[in-house]
Structure formats: structure tokens, C-alpha cells
């Protein structure tokens, strides 16, 4: 199982526990760029088994977590508004022109801070808006990309600005975070592509990676139990 790491504090998750009773569990929550899914994306997961103990396998990238450059320094530009020809979902979505005056003050890995007065919103001015640093703010290519939300092909929803060009991340670059195939579809060809339900699609998706690490985990286990003895 995959979830939000809150989910072991509401009781229902006690209930839940409960039903495994004869069993031998694993839960952590995992960090997932130490997998190597480039972003950093903490997510709980919980493994059973009634054939013996489980536990998901060590880290594969502790040393070196992939970053923003490795993962799509090599696409085509595009602008704010504009998709690519061969490649529909390499789409951005459209920007007000005082949004893209921000864009193009904001610096990677900076924030709204950055700006001249008169381009700082309203509720960013008052105090109780001044900790919202991460919204509207540009990717740094060194680094892990933030967490990938249902709304983060927009500029204005975190720090979802790309790191060079004057537009938010495409929805292929938020799918390759998500470490989906660079070829994955998500509408039928000669379809329409439809930011908010292909951002709810890449945003609520588990990892791939991490889909993949779990079965890794499950495979590692069935062999210790076979080499036990244990599986018929």
C-alpha cells in the first residue's frame, strides 16, 4: 500500500492495521528521490506477508538523488501558452502577462521575494502570507523538483516555474517527475489535451519508480523465502 505519511495518524488506520493480524508488516515513509524518482515526494508505505518478514529494499540513489536537469534539461523549448509539435503533452498552459513580469524576475530557487513591490500580491504583503514563500517560484536544475500536485502545471500553485524558460514545467515534464515512460499517453491520439484532468491524473499517480521499487521489494522477498525453503 501507498498513501500520504499523515494517514497513520486518523484512527481509521488502527482499524486498518488490525486486519493483519498473522501477518508480517513493514511501513516507512519513504523519501522518494533516495529511489530515484526525481522530486522530492514522501509518501508511506506499508508492506505484508504471510510467508515471512518484508521490507523494501535500501535506498538505490542515497548518494546522488536525480535532479531537474537530468530529467528534462534535454526537452525542446516551448513558451508560456504553447506545445510542442510532436509531442502533445509537452504543452504549457497560458500565462497573464503580470505573470509572466513575474516569471521573469523570479530567479531558480528564489520566490515571490524577488520582485518589485508593485508585482507582489495582495496576500503575500500581509503577514500572514509571507511564509508562502514556494509559490511562484522557479525550479533550480541541481536540485530534486518539488513535490508534483494536481495543479502543477501552474505557475502561481508552488514552485513549479521552469528553471529557465519563462513558463511553468509542461505536463511531459511534470509525467517525467513522476518518472512516467517519455513516450507514456494519457489522451487518445487526436484529442484534445486537457490540463486539469491530465494534471490530476499525473499528480495523484503513484511514482513509477516507486511502483516499481515495491515490486522489487515483493521479488526480494519471495526469493529469501524460497531459498528458506518456505514456497510451494
Known amino acids: 500500500m501507498e498513501n500520504v505519511p499523515q494517514l497513520p ?67 525542446p523549448n516551448i513558451a508560456a501558452g504553447d506545445s510542442h509539435w510532436n509531442d502533445p503533452l509537452h504543452a504549457a498552459a497560458g500565462m497573464s502577462e503580470l505573470n509572466l513580469e513575474r516569471i521573469r524576475q523570479s530567479r531558480p530557487g528564489g520566490s515571490w521575494e524577488d520582485w518589485d513591490k508593485e ?26 523538483a518539488p513535490t508534483m500536485t494536481t495543479l502543477c502545471y501552474g505557475f502561481g500553485n508552488g514552485r513549479f516555474g521552469h528553471p529557465e524558460q519563462d513558463r511553468a514545467i509542461s505536463l511531459r515534464e511534470a509525467a517525467l517527475f513522476q518518472t512516467f515512460p517519455k513516450s507514456y499517453k494519457f489522451v487518445p491520439q487526436g484529442e484534445c489535451v486537457n490540463f486539469r484532468v491530465v494534471g490530476r491524473l499525473i499528480g495523484n499517480a503513484v511514482p513509477v519508480r516507486l511502483g516499481e521499487v515495491i515490486a522489487l521489494s515483493i521479488k526480494e522477498h519471495l526469493k529469501q523465502v524460497e531459498t528458506r525453503g518456505c514456497l510451494n
Open 9 to 75: 495518524k486518523h484512527a481509521i488506520f488502527d482499524e486498518f492495521l488490525r486486519a493483519f493480524d498473522g501477518y508480517e508488516t513493514w511501513m516507512g515513509v519513504v523519501e522518494c528521490e533516495a529511489y530515484g524518482v526525481p522530486q522530492r515526494r514522501r509518501r508511506l508505505v506499508f508492506l505484508a506477508s504471510r510467508l515471512g518478514p518484508i521490507s523494501l529494499i535500501s535506498p538505490t540513489h542515497k548518494d546522488r538523488h536525480p535532479t531537474v536537469a537530468d530529467t528534462i534539461s534535454y526537452l
Open 119 to 144: 508585482l507582489v500580491a495582495e496576500c503575500h504583503r500581509r503577514d500572514t502570507g509571507k511564509t508562502f514563500s514556494s509559490v511562484y517560484g522557479r525550479m533550480r536544475w541541481d536540485e530534486p
